[in-house]
Structures are given as structure tokens and as C-alpha cells.
């Protein structure tokens, strides 16, 4: 067997290290990597399933232009060209790029380079604007440079840790591990702010479950809290800490939340100075993300509680390159290198690039971008890794845009996506086993993404397709590099005009690397540990406490109640890959509508049904799971589910455009909605080794299987079978006592091609005994029709641990016959034993049965 690969996970921010064995042409094993910090070895679900995402399915493997294949040449002239002809036509900011924390920092330095440096535009943004830009804008306002002071070896030693907007356990599963041993170790207390009672929450020793965008008036009273105590670090605030005027004047002192449920909270702040705040998407994806961010800073910077071991407020990115993409220059609004667009700054990074078309300044951020597009202003728009047309809030604005805009360019793994689709030039790009180069994580480690398979088809590296169009622009003794090791070796003497800036950016120690270090490059961190432990990066040298208030109410008559958007413990993003794995298929096959039971009784919507959400800008269909976990008048959905794997299902046609108006990041987590039930006059599940596009439904999503697809549909009219059932011979029972149409599809050679069951209100048969015969011979075949299996099925229930396939029954049954904690249900059942990303779930279901057999003895 081959040696293992040591890379970097390709989904969250966590940036966990993985070992890759190549066992076969497109085959890997997956281990975690025991050497990287990050992780030590250890994984969750999605990375360490992440083999079953790198065959050829579904990949983009030659360019097209206008809809045809075309040679690289060619497709790189068309992208120049049109390129060209709208600088001299239109300006520079008639080009945009659309760029993603997908892409390694050697492909984003690439783009930026070319955007800001040649092109001569400052339009190019990222899809970290969805995810942390408010993060950023934090940092930047409070310690003049956008660093996260805090590293993971920090959550090692804190007393108290705070997650705000951070549903760790399931969106950075390897994070949360370390705090569960921590936990374990030490005693460490634990806080969950958020309005749901996730998994994470459950696990927590105090919950919060404030209203949507609360955090800035708990985080204001407990400041004043802490002052009131006698907890304000008066000499720290004298040598390190500028206050706005009137800072205490006007800091707000009513919480937001019961007063019983505030003091408990104050006294475990005031109890535990080393105390770790660790914020993400549910403090960021908001209108008034950024003063989040600040008021969070504040209560740290006022208590001394930063920059010192086991302390500090630690924002924690979604992609495994945001930091990356922060680092070069990928947003809008900074120039490179963490630099601004003064002058000075301005001139600098001119000779440093040897340019004379620098863009004058800021462009136009994500949101504003699309826009722009919308109205004809950019011509246009190049999109790399990144599915806008699902990802960006109000997307049949977005998609509206992408049909208008002239050229539209797409840089992709993946040939069909909902944003492919609007393409007129398709590049085809390198996946992550095949990509070489390097990520920042979290804590600002940078880690070598190495390539396991050669590159298929004709498929390249991002920053290779941006340097072949710069040279055919004319540029091309600029991006004149031959490897990425070019790339990283520029990027890195491109810091030192932060570092004699002062800022904490510096990876000038490796401007000199050559090929074989960079091919044997170890993780490392810049900055160090704590970054600004040898001072802010403002003017004065002082980090600045911002005042900030709580936004008003969003009171909506025609939309009264709140939507929340959320992710899933097993899936990523837009399901482009995770959505091909059927092993994490089986945690959540469909998107979720999670409703309180008041709500739900006061709309006459059941459980396991469907109801439909609308907003202002949309609306979209889900299956109903009625949860105590909710507050009253608050909604849940994932935003994972596309038009690809959806009829309906598409979460981001239901905010609106409204953004931060410091940082521009969209307000995801609070848009105003109603919700009704929605009865269809049939429902039916398909498995199918095929991948039909339904149309004219009321509802369907699609989900993995080991050998095919798994569908739910249900639908209003008369259903049409032609366009979902493969060719074969078919086979139909209407089975008029159960109220139900079985039907089967076989080959020639009598195996199971697809089985269709529809029904009017009857119950459909378990999906996994069905899909469990896909591929079979015969037998399988008349065993469907019949509609009863010939043994008895286990009864599993929806399944918690992918990795050996326990369900909840599993669970509460071993749970049953006496196994009391998570470890011994592991021995019972085996859940929990590999990953460990289910082990909260098994704890839930632990403490429910527990609670229940307390309840039934007394
Ligand atoms: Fe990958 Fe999971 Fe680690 Fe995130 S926590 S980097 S998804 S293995």
C-alpha cells in the first residue's frame, strides 16, 4: 500500500489535517492526521467520509464556451477577449469576480491580483462574505487589523466557554471534540447563546435561548454587569483599550432574557476569568453582525480577558479557506495582504506588483455585486467554486441577474450546478483531491493541501487558468509562475508590506521556499499563539471598545413569524459533494422544516407532513419535524438544498437582501416569513439507479444511495412516470386495499432498475428495505410488488451514526437494557466509536429515555 498523503479536509474551518492513502484509481482511505494540530488525529463525519466524494461523478472535465466544448485555448481567448471588450467599452468596474473560500490561497492570490492589480477593479468578492465578513469588520474596528487573537490550545485551557450562534457539535464537530475533552479534564464550564436548543446546546451547562439578534443586548448587560461587580480591568483599560465617547453612558443594560436566567450567566462570567468567547455564523449571518462581533470584543477587552492563555473572543470560520481568502485580499473592501487602499498602501502594493492599472479603491461586496449585475452594470462576472444562484439570499434576484448578465464565467468541479447552469464559459477545475496548495484555518495555521490523484480530463488548477488569461491579456510577465510554490513564495514577500506596516500578517520567513520545502511544508501559524499580545494594530496602539446598540424589532403583520437558517451535521453547503455520499445521506434526507408544536397546532401542520414558507422574496416546501428544541413563532430550515436535489426546497429564495451596513454580510438568521400546511393529493418515494430531474411537483428532494437515488415526491395532479422511471420492463400492482400503487422497473437480466410505491393516505413501506434491493435480481423484484418483506426488517429508526448505520431505536433500546452513558452505548451498538460527530445525538436520546423511565417509576 501506497504511503499515506498528509493534506487538509476540504470543508470547514476547523482545518483539520488528514493522512490520504490511495488505495485505487479514485480511491482513498481517510484517517486524520495525528501529526496535525488542528485535529491530532481525530475527525468528523464529513472528513472522514470524505472518499466517498472524489470519483468522476457528475465532474466538469472539459471547457465549453456558448454551450460547445471547446479547447483551453480557446476558452481561455473567449474569457480574455470578453474580458477586454468590457474594459474598453465599459471600465474596469464593468468586470467582476465572485471567488469562494474553496479556493487555496495560491489561487486566490491569483484572482486578486488580477482584479485589483491588472483588470484595475476592485469588484471582486467572496462567498466569506456570507460566512465572516462581520467577524472581520470586528476585528478590524477593534484591533485594527483583522486577526483572531486567540488559538485552538486556548479552548484547552479555559474555565468557561461561551458559543454564540454556534451550533459547534455539528458545523466544527473536531472544535467541539476538544471541548468535550476539555470539559472531561478540567471542568470547564459551558454556555450555548443561541434562540434554538441544537445538540450543542443540549450538551451545555447553562443555555441561552435568546430572541434572534439578541446577542448585542446580553452582551451590553453583562458588560455593565461586570462593571457593576467590580469586574472591569481598570488598569488594563488605561494602557491597552480607547473607549468611544460616552462608552458607558451608553451602553445598554436590559438583557433581553429572564433576570434569573441573566444572574446565572453573570456569575459564571465573573466566576471564571479564563474565559473563551467562540463565535460563528449565528452571530455573523445578521444585520447587525458586526456590532455583535464588538460587543462580544468589548466584554473581553474590558475584563482584560484577551491575549492571555485560555482567554479571548475567537471568531470561527465556515470554509476551509476564509482565513486564506482574508489573508491575500479576496473581499471587497481590503487591497491585499490585509492592507486598505490608502495612498501610501496603494503605491506600495503598485511597485510590489509592478503594475499601473491598480484599482482607486474599494468594490462592490457580494450582495451589491449581484446588484450591480442585475442592473447591467457589470458585463462581466467570473465565478469560482462558488454556487451563487443557491447561496446568496433572495436567489431568484441572483438568478434574475445571471440571465441578464453578458458573460457569465464559471470556474467549477461540478458540470451541472444551479449556477452552471447560467454559464457561458464553463472552466473546468481541479477537486480537492486533486488540488495542491495551501489553506489558513480558524486559528491561523497554514496547512498543504496535496494532490492524491492526477488531475482528470483537462481539468486545472484555479491560479493556472487565472495566469493563462492574464497572458493572453498581456500581462503575462506578472502571473509568470511555474507551480504553485511560485504562487506562495510571492504571496508570502507580499506580507512583509503588512509586517513594515505593522501588521501581525507576516509569513516573509517563508518568501525564499523552495520547491522541495514547499512540498514538505509543515503546518505552521502566523502570528503565533496570540497575535496582539505585543499590541493592537490601530494607531494609537490601543484596541478600541466600540458602543454599539440592539437593531430594533423586525415586526412584519403580513410575514409575523421569524426564519432561521441552519446546516447539517452531515452536509455542506450546497450538497455539490457531501450530497454524492450516501453514508452521509442517510443523517438527514431531506430539509427539514422544524416547527414549535404551539405553531404548528395554531396552522393545522403535522408532523412528518408539509408545509410551505414564504417571505417577501419566495417561498419554498419542506417536510415537517415539529420540535420542542424551537422558541414559539421561530422557524428552522437547513440551507443546503438546491434545485439539483429539490423541487422546492431552496432555503435561499426566502431572505431578503438586507446586509450589515459595515461589513455587507447578508442577515440570514432572522428573515420575516409565514408558514402554512401544504396537503398534496398523493405522496410517493422513488429508488431509481438513475438521476431524473422531476417537474411540476408540490414537492421532492433526492438523496444518495449506495447504488441509485432515493426520492421523495409528492405532487398535486396526475403523476407522469415517464420522466422519473428508467427504461425496463415495468411491472404494476394497484394494491386498491392499502390504497397503493407499487410499481418496478427490471432489465433484461431481471435486476431492479427502480420501484416506485404511490399513495393517496395510506403508509408507504420503510425506504431503506426498498432501496436495500436496487440492483437485485428477481426475487427483490416480486418481493416489492407484494409490498411486505420477506423477514422481518430491524427497526431502526432515522439513523444517528452513519459510520456503522445505528438509528435512534438502536440507541434507546441498548439504552433500555441498561447501557447508562455514551461510551457504553458505543459498546452495545458501536455508535459514537469512529467519528464521534453522533455523540451528542446518542446523548440526547440517552437523557430522554433516562428522564422517561424516572418519570414512569415515580
Ligand atoms: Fe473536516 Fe470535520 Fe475537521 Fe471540519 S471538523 S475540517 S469538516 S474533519
Same mark, same amino acid.
Given at each position: 500500500?501506497?504511503?499515506?498523503?498528509?493534506?487538509?479536509?476540504?470543508?470547514?474551518?476547523?482545518?483539520?489535517?488528514?493522512?490520504?492513502?490511495?488505495?485505487?484509481?479514485?480511491?482513498?482511505?481517510?484517517?486524520?492526521?495525528?501529526?496535525?494540530?488542528?485535529?491530532?488525529?481525530?475527525?468528523?463525519?464529513?472528513?472522514?467520509?470524505?472518499?466517498?466524494?472524489?470519483?468522476?461523478?457528475?465532474?466538469?472535465?472539459?471547457?465549453?464556451? $456558448? +454551450?460547445?466544448? /471547446?479547447?483551453?485555448? !480557446?476558452? *481561455? =481567448? %473567449?474569457?480574455?477577449? #470578453?474580458?477586454?471588450?468590457?474594459?474598453?467599452?465599459?471600465?474596469?468596474?464593468?468586470?467582476?469576480?465572485?471567488?469562494?473560500?474553496?479556493?487555496?490561497?495560491?489561487?486566490?492570490?491569483?484572482?486578486?491580483?488580477?482584479?485589483?492589480?491588472?483588470?484595475?477593479?476592485?469588484?471582486?468578492?467572496?462567498?466569506?462574505?456570507?460566512?465572516?465578513?462581520?467577524?472581520?469588520?470586528?476585528?478590524?474596528?477593534?484591533?485594527?487589523?483583522?486577526?483572531?487573537?486567540?488559538?485552538?490550545?486556548?479552548?484547552?485551557?479555559?474555565?468557561?466557554?461561551?458559543?454564540?450562534?454556534?451550533?459547534?457539535?455539528?458545523?466544527?464537530?473536531?472544535?467541539?471534540?476538544?471541548?468535550?475533552?476539555?470539559?472531561?479534564?478540567?471542568?470547564?464550564?459551558?454556555?450555548?447563546?443561541?434562540?434554538?436548543?441544537?445538540?450543542?446546546?443540549?450538551?451545555?451547562?447553562?443555555?441561552?435561548?435568546?430572541?434572534? $439578534? +439578541?446577542?448585542? /443586548?446580553?452582551?451590553? !448587560?453583562? *458588560? =455593565? %454587569?461586570?462593571?457593576? #461587580?467590580?469586574?472591569?480591568?481598570?488598569?488594563?483599560?488605561?494602557?491597552?483599550?480607547?473607549?468611544?465617547?460616552?462608552?458607558?453612558?451608553?451602553?445598554?443594560?436590559?438583557?433581553?432574557?429572564?433576570?434569573?436566567?441573566?444572574?446565572?450567566?453573570?456569575?459564571?462570567?465573573?466566576?471564571?476569568?479564563?474565559?473563551?468567547?467562540?463565535?460563528?455564523?449565528?452571530?455573523?449571518?445578521?444585520?447587525?453582525?458586526?456590532?455583535?462581533?464588538?460587543?462580544?470584543?468589548?466584554?473581553?477587552?474590558?475584563?482584560?480577558?484577551?491575549?492571555?492563555?485560555?482567554?479571548?473572543?475567537?471568531?470561527?470560520?465556515?470554509?476551509?479557506?476564509?482565513?486564506?481568502?482574508?489573508?491575500?485580499?479576496?473581499?471587497?473592501?481590503?487591497?491585499?495582504?490585509?492592507?486598505?487602499?490608502?495612498?501610501?498602501?496603494?503605491?506600495?502594493?503598485?511597485?510590489?506588483?509592478?503594475?499601473?492599472?491598480?484599482?482607486? +479603491?474599494?468594490?462592490?461586496?457580494?450582495?451589491?455585486?449581484?446588484? %450591480?449585475?442585475?442592473?447591467?452594470?457589470?458585463?462581466?462576472?467570473?465565478?469560482?467554486?462558488?454556487?451563487?444562484?443557491?447561496?446568496?439570499?433572495?436567489?431568484?434576484?441572483?438568478?434574475?441577474?445571471?440571465?441578464?448578465?453578458?458573460?457569465?464565467?464559471?470556474?467549477?468541479?461540478?458540470?451541472?450546478?444551479?449556477?452552471?447552469?447560467?454559464?457561458?464559459?464553463?472552466?473546468?477545475?481541479?477537486?480537492?483531491?486533486?488540488?495542491?496548495?495551501?489553506?489558513?484555518?480558524?486559528?491561523?495555521?497554514?496547512?498543504?493541501?496535496?494532490?492524491?490523484?492526477?488531475?482528470?480530463?483537462?481539468?486545472?488548477?484555479?491560479?493556472?487558468?487565472?495566469?493563462?488569461?492574464?497572458?493572453?491579456?498581456?500581462?503575462?510577465?506578472?502571473?509568470?509562475?511555474?507551480?504553485?510554490?511560485?504562487?506562495?513564495?510571492?504571496?508570502?514577500?507580499?506580507?512583509?508590506?503588512?509586517?513594515?506596516?505593522?501588521?501581525?500578517?507576516?509569513?516573509?520567513?517563508?518568501?525564499?521556499?523552495?520547491?522541495?520545502?514547499?512540498?514538505?511544508?509543515?503546518?505552521?501559524?502566523?502570528?503565533?499563539?496570540?497575535?496582539?499580545?505585543?499590541?493592537?494594530?490601530?494607531?494609537?496602539?490601543?484596541?478600541?471598545?466600540?458602543?454599539?446598540?440592539?437593531?430594533?424589532?423586525?415586526?412584519?403583520?403580513?410575514?409575523?413569524?421569524?426564519?432561521?437558517?441552519?446546516?447539517?451535521?452531515?452536509?455542506?453547503?450546497?450538497?455539490?459533494?457531501?450530497?454524492?455520499?450516501?453514508?452521509?445521506?442517510?443523517?438527514?434526507?431531506?430539509?427539514?422544516?422544524?416547527?414549535?408544536?404551539?405553531?404548528?397546532?395554531?396552522?393545522?401542520?403535522?408532523?412528518?407532513?408539509?408545509?410551505?414558507?414564504?417571505?417577501?422574496?419566495?417561498?419554498?416546501?419542506?417536510?415537517?419535524?415539529?420540535?420542542?428544541?424551537?422558541?414559539?413563532?421561530?422557524?428552522?430550515?437547513?440551507?443546503?438544498?438546491?434545485?439539483?436535489?429539490?423541487?422546492?426546497?431552496?432555503?435561499?429564495?426566502?431572505?431578503?437582501?438586507?446586509?450589515?451596513?459595515?461589513?455587507?454580510?447578508?442577515?440570514?438568521?432572522?428573515?420575516?416569513?409565514?408558514?402554512?400546511?401544504?396537503?398534496?393529493?398523493?405522496?410517493?418515494?422513488?429508488?431509481?439507479?438513475?438521476?431524473?430531474?422531476?417537474?411540476?411537483?408540490?414537492?421532492?428532494?433526492?438523496?444518495?444511495?449506495?447504488?441509485?437515488?432515493?426520492?421523495?415526491?409528492?405532487?398535486?395532479?396526475?403523476?407522469?412516470?415517464?420522466?422519473?422511471?428508467?427504461?425496463?420492463?415495468?411491472?404494476?400492482?394497484?394494491?386498491?386495499?392499502?390504497?397503493?400503487?407499487?410499481?418496478?422497473?427490471?432489465?433484461?437480466?431481471?435486476?431492479?432498475?427502480?420501484?416506485?410505491?404511490?399513495?393517496?393516505?395510506?403508509?408507504?413501506?420503510?425506504?431503506?428495505?426498498?432501496?436495500?434491493?436496487?440492483?437485485?435480481?428477481?426475487?427483490?423484484?416480486?418481493?416489492?410488488?407484494?409490498?411486505?418483506?420477506?423477514?422481518?426488517?430491524?427497526?431502526?429508526?432515522?439513523?444517528?451514526?452513519?459510520?456503522?448505520?445505528?438509528?435512534?431505536?438502536?440507541?434507546?433500546?441498548?439504552?433500555?437494557?441498561?447501557?447508562?452513558?455514551?461510551?457504553?452505548?458505543?459498546?452495545?451498538?458501536?455508535?459514537?466509536?469512529?467519528?464521534?460527530?453522533?455523540?451528542?445525538?446518542?446523548?440526547?436520546?440517552?437523557?430522554?429515555?433516562?428522564?422517561?423511565?424516572?418519570?414512569?417509576?415515580?
Amino acid at each position: 500500500m501506497a504511503d499515506a498523503i498528509r493534506t487538509t479536509c476540504a470543508y470547514c474551518g476547523v482545518g483539520c489535517g488528514i493522512a490520504a492513502t490511495v488505495t485505487g484509481e479514485r480511491d482513498v482511505q481517510i484517517a486524520g492526521d495525528v501529526h496535525h494540530p488542528a485535529n491530532r488525529g481525530r475527525l468528523c463525519s464529513k472528513g472522514t467520509h470524505l472518499g466517498e466524494t472524489v470519483g468522476l461523478e457528475g465532474r466538469l472535465l472539459h471547457p465549453q464556451v $456558448d +454551450g460547445r466544448p /471547446a479547447s483551453w485555448d !480557446a476558452a *481561455l =481567448a %473567449a474569457v480574455a477577449g #470578453r474580458m477586454r471588450a468590457a474594459i474598453d467599452r465599459h471600465g474596469p468596474d464593468s468586470v467582476a469576480f465572485y471567488v469562494s473560500g474553496q479556493l487555496l490561497t495560491e489561487d486566490y492570490y491569483a484572482v486578486n491580483k488580477l482584479a485589483k492589480g491588472f483588470v484595475g477593479t476592485g469588484n471582486i468578492d467572496t462567498n466569506s462574505r456570507l460566512c465572516m465578513a462581520s467577524a472581520v469588520a470586528a476585528h478590524n474596528r477593534a484591533f485594527g487589523e483583522d486577526v483572531v487573537p486567540c488559538s485552538y490550545e486556548d479552548l484547552d485551557a479555559a474555565d468557561l466557554i461561551l458559543l454564540v450562534g454556534s451550533n459547534t457539535a455539528w458545523c466544527h464537530p473536531v472544535v467541539w471534540q476538544r471541548i468535550e475533552a476539555t470539559r472531561a479534564r478540567r471542568g470547564t464550564r459551558l454556555v450555548v447563546i443561541d434562540p434554538r436548543r441544537t445538540e450543542t446546546a443540549e450538551q451545555a451547562d447553562l443555555h441561552i435561548p435568546l430572541a434572534p $439578534d +439578541g446577542d448585542i /443586548a446580553l452582551f451590553n !448587560a453583562l *458588560l =455593565a %454587569a461586570m462593571k457593576a #461587580r467590580g469586574h472591569v480591568d481598570d488598569t488594563y483599560l488605561a494602557d491597552h483599550v480607547d473607549l468611544d465617547p460616552g462608552f458607558w453612558d451608553k451602553l445598554s443594560r436590559d438583557s433581553g432574557i429572564e433576570p434569573s436566567l441573566f444572574a446565572r450567566l453573570a456569575d459564571l462570567v465573573e466566576a471564571h476569568p479564563r474565559m473563551i468567547t467562540l463565535f460563528s455564523q449565528g452571530a455573523n449571518q445578521s444585520r447587525c453582525g458586526t456590532d455583535k462581533g464588538n460587543a462580544i470584543i468589548n466584554l473581553h477587552l474590558a475584563t482584560g480577558r484577551i491575549n492571555r492563555v485560555g482567554a479571548g473572543p475567537f471568531s470561527i470560520t465556515g470554509q476551509p479557506n476564509a482565513m486564506g481568502g482574508r489573508e491575500v485580499g479576496g473581499l471587497a473592501n481590503t487591497l491585499a495582504v490585509h492592507l486598505g487602499f490608502e495612498p501610501d498602501a496603494r503605491a506600495e502594493v503598485a511597485a510590489f506588483w509592478n503594475t499601473e492599472t491598480l484599482c482607486p +479603491g474599494p468594490g462592490l461586496k457580494a450582495v451589491d455585486m449581484f446588484r %450591480a449585475v442585475h442592473e447591467g452594470r457589470i458585463k462581466v462576472l467570473w465565478i469560482m467554486a462558488t454556487n451563487p444562484a443557491v447561496s446568496l439570499p433572495d436567489s431568484a434576484f441572483v438568478r434574475e441577474a445571471l440571465a441578464r448578465c453578458e458573460t457569465v464565467i464559471v470556474s467549477e468541479v461540478i458540470a451541472r450546478t444551479d449556477t452552471a447552469r447560467f454559464a457561458d464559459i464553463l472552466l473546468p477545475a481541479h477537486g480537492w483531491g486533486e488540488k495542491d496548495g495551501t489553506v489558513t484555518n480558524s486559528e491561523r495555521c497554514v496547512s498543504r493541501q496535496r494532490a492524491l490523484f492526477p488531475a482528470p480530463g483537462e481539468t486545472r488548477a484555479d491560479w493556472r487558468t487565472v495566469a493563462d488569461v492574464a497572458a493572453k491579456m498581456g500581462w503575462g510577465a506578472a502571473f509568470d509562475w511555474a507551480g504553485p510554490a511560485d504562487v506562495f513564495r510571492e504571496y508570502a514577500a507580499m506580507t512583509g508590506l503588512a509586517a513594515r506596516r505593522g501588521k501581525a500578517l507576516d509569513l516573509t520567513a517563508y518568501d525564499t521556499i523552495d520547491g522541495q520545502d514547499y512540498d514538505r511544508l509543515e503546518p505552521f501559524q502566523w502570528g503565533g499563539a496570540r497575535p496582539l499580545a505585543s499590541g493592537y494594530r490601530t494607531a494609537s496602539g490601543k484596541a478600541r471598545m466600540v458602543s454599539v446598540q440592539p437593531p430594533r424589532s423586525l415586526a412584519d403583520a403580513d410575514f409575523p413569524m421569524r426564519l432561521n437558517t441552519a446546516r447539517y451535521r452531515d452536509q455542506w453547503h450546497t450538497m455539490t459533494r457531501t450530497g454524492l455520499s450516501p453514508t452521509l445521506s442517510q443523517h438527514r434526507p431531506e430539509p427539514l422544516l422544524e416547527i414549535h408544536p404551539a405553531d404548528a397546532s395554531a396552522h393545522a401542520i403535522l408532523d412528518g407532513g408539509l408545509a410551505r414558507v414564504e417571505s417577501a422574496s419566495g417561498a419554498s416546501v419542506y417536510r415537517v419535524s415539529i420540535a420542542h428544541t424551537q422558541r414559539p413563532g421561530e422557524l428552522c430550515v437547513p440551507m443546503h438544498w438546491t434545485d439539483m436535489m429539490s423541487g422546492e426546497g431552496r432555503t435561499n429564495r426566502l431572505p431578503n437582501q438586507s446586509v450589515d451596513p459595515i461589513s455587507g454580510q447578508p442577515g440570514f438568521k432572522d428573515s420575516a416569513v409565514r408558514v402554512e400546511a401544504v396537503t398534496p393529493k398523493w405522496r410517493a418515494f422513488l429508488v431509481t439507479c438513475e438521476a431524473p430531474q422531476p417537474m411540476d411537483l408540490v414537492y421532492w428532494t433526492r438523496s444518495r444511495l449506495r447504488a441509485g437515488w432515493l426520492y421523495e415526491l409528492a405532487g398535486a395532479g396526475t403523476i407522469d412516470l415517464d420522466p422519473l422511471l428508467p427504461e425496463g420492463e415495468r411491472l404494476e400492482v394497484a394494491d386498491t386495499a392499502k390504497g397503493m400503487r407499487r410499481i418496478a422497473v427490471r432489465s433484461a437480466e431481471g435486476t431492479l432498475l427502480a420501484a416506485i410505491y404511490l399513495t393517496r393516505s395510506g403508509t408507504l413501506p420503510p425506504r431503506e428495505w426498498v432501496a436495500g434491493k436496487l440492483l437485485e435480481s428477481e426475487l427483490a423484484t416480486r418481493e416489492l410488488l407484494a409490498g411486505r418483506p420477506s423477514e422481518p426488517l430491524p427497526d431502526r429508526g432515522a439513523i444517528v451514526c452513519v459510520c456503522h448505520g445505528v438509528g435512534e431505536r438502536d440507541i434507546a433500546r441498548a439504552a433500555d437494557q441498561g447501557a447508562a452513558t455514551v461510551a457504553a452505548i458505543g459498546s452495545a451498538t458501536c455508535a459514537g466509536t469512529n467519528c464521534g460527530s453522533c455523540r451528542p445525538a446518542i446523548a440526547r436520546i440517552l437523557e430522554s429515555v433516562q428522564s422517561l423511565a424516572k418519570e414512569t417509576v415515580s
